[in-house]
């Protein structure tokens, strides 16, 4: 068995409203509250890691599925994040991907049909997605030109 081990670090200067700067060993940014839930807005924030997390894990199954079926397309994708506030309570509910597969060979009615099944199959397999699934629903919107 093989294990991947990822490492983050945040240096968090105070309180709820202070801006933390992330590290990793790709990605450096700062981070705070969104302004949508009365924080500073700087950088990113947790929910569009996640979202981030999840957009770039599908797109990357669904590249890699397409690619060993010798299928030649190009992909757009545009997700989104519903965050549900009750009571105070913020519940990461859903994400949707909306993505767009551009077919190169437009008569092939097999790659058709499979880049079509894998839209839906990438969902099911993406790691991140298989972190998520039981807490957040997601959904795959599909655009096949």
Request: charged letters at 25%.
């Amino acid at each position: 068995m093989t294990v991947h081990t990822f490492t983050l670090t945040i240096d968090w200067p105070g309180g709820r409203n202070s801006v933390g700067d992330l590290k990793t060993e790709r990605l450096q940014t700062q981070i705070s509250i969104p302004p949508e839930m009365d924080g500073p807005g700087i950088g990113t924030n947790p929910d569009e890691m996640l979202l981030g997390a999840a957009a770039t894990c599908y797109l990357i199954t669904l590249a890699a599925m397409l690619e060993r079926s010798q299928i030649d397309a190009k992909l757009n994708l545009k997700s989104e994040g519903l965050v549900d506030v009750t009571n105070g309570v913020f519940t990461y509910k859903a994400i949707h991907h909306y993505v767009d597969i551009d077919l190169q060979n437009k008569e092939d009615e097999r790659a058709r049909r499979a880049a079509e099944r894998y839209a839906y199959k990438a969902e099911e397999t993406c790691m991140i997605s298989k972190a998520l699934k039981g807490n957040v629903e997601v959904h795959t919107h599909l655009t096949l030109t």
